[in-house]
């Protein structure tokens, strides 16, 4: 093979006859999920969400009551698996997607519901002792809330992303401190700021969500979001649902707040994705509320028509 076609396959990215960009990996306009992992740990890898934390201080009243307004009764962690030790819960968590994945399946073990820096340090560190030494796992994800990494949580994090790969996840949803008071977040963005920055200094990979949709916000304000949580190495967009029980139930049924259709959503995630930059990964561009949970936009719950309308847009 010539060398100029080496070089020319080796490129992450070609340009389609129209101009758009497009990563040769996976065929789309972004660095996605899968393209990461392969790219990281050499395969797919899946998602086993376990759980550690029971709450979080926006709802026990450390800092605030009745937790964020769109946040389920489970800590918006619904599909996660506590059953026993984390050996115990993994076991439980992959088995129920080892069908799909395969026997040699690798998986990331995800502590999703609630906030799972918000406990002990000494049982953050046990969980993280016992998810690492399960060889199927090949990273720790942790879900928290960026006012929830005091010094002795940080050492503990510390130690176990110098020798594992820790990503921890964080709930930025807006840039818009306004926003954040109305949403009842509880804390403000330059702490989420703070926190990337002390996480990325102790070697840990950082993932901020982002809600597209938020009561009173316009474009600009989803697109300070979308520059803010660039700051990780990756972002998860997801469109504002309203789920069952939860306080924007109530606000949604007073027909104070709309929610997005689903070619208006993409709309916004297409200008959200010329902004991100192109190192960083696009861990999710559409969200995921159990359908049992579901009141709106019910168009995100037909998961074939939106994979396949993602593909179309953002695919080659
Ligand atoms: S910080 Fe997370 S767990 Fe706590 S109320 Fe908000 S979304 Fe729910």
Redesign the pocket.
Same mark, same amino acid.
Request: with cysteine; proline share 4%; net charge positive.
């Given at each position: 093979m010539p060398i100029f076609a080496v070089f020319v396959t080796l490129l992450p990215f070609e340009r389609l006859p129209w101009g758009d960009k497009i990563w040769t990996m996976n065929r789309l306009r972004y660095k996605d999920a899968n393209s990461y992992y392969k790219e990281r740990f050499g395969s797919k890898v899946y998602k086993a969400a376990i759980g550690l934390a029971d709450? *979080?201080? #926006?709802?026990d009243g450390k800092c605030?009551t @009745? %937790? *964020?307004i769109? *946040? +389920?009764e489970g %800590? +918006? @962690?619904e599909f996660t698996i506590s059953s026993g030790s984390i050996k115990e819960s993994l076991d439980h968590a992959i088995s129920m997607v080892s069908k799909k994945a395969g026997p040699d399946a690798r998986y990331i073990a995800y502590f999703q +519901?609630? +906030?799972n820096t918000y406990v002990d340090p000494k049982r953050l560190d046990d969980a993280l002792i016992e998810a690492a030494s399960d060889e199927r796992v090949v990273q720790i994800a942790i879900?928290?809330?960026p006012d929830c990494l005091p010094q002795d949580i940080m050492e503990v994090l510390a130690r176990h992303a110098s020798q594992f790969p820790v990503m921890v996840e964080l %709930?930025l949803?807006t840039a818009n401190d306004g926003t954040g008071k109305f949403i #009842?977040? *509880?804390f403000d963005t330059s702490t989420f700021v703070d926190a990337v920055r002390r996480l990325s200094a102790i070697g840990c990979d950082t993932c901020a969500h982002v809600i597209f949709g938020l009561p009173g916000e316009d474009i600009n304000d989803m697109m300070e979001s979308v520059r803010v949580a660039s700051i990780c190495t990756g972002v998860k967009f997801t469109c504002l649902y309203i789920p069952k029980g939860t306080a924007i139930e109530n606000i949604w049924k007073r027909g104070e707040v709309e929610v997005l259709g689903m070619e208006e959503y993409f709309d916004i995630v297409e200008k959200a994705l010329d902004i991100v930059p192109e190192d960083k990964v696009i861990f999710r561009v559409t969200g995921d509320c159990p359908k049992k949970l579901l009141l709106a936009p019910l168009w995100t719950s037909d998961k074939r028509r939106v994979i396949n309308y993602i593909n179309r847009r953002f695919g080659s």
């Open positions: 709450s *979080c201080p #926006n709802r605030g @009745g %937790g *964020c769109f *946040c +389920s %800590g +918006s @962690g +519901s609630f +906030s879900a928290t809330r %709930g949803q #009842n977040r *509880c």
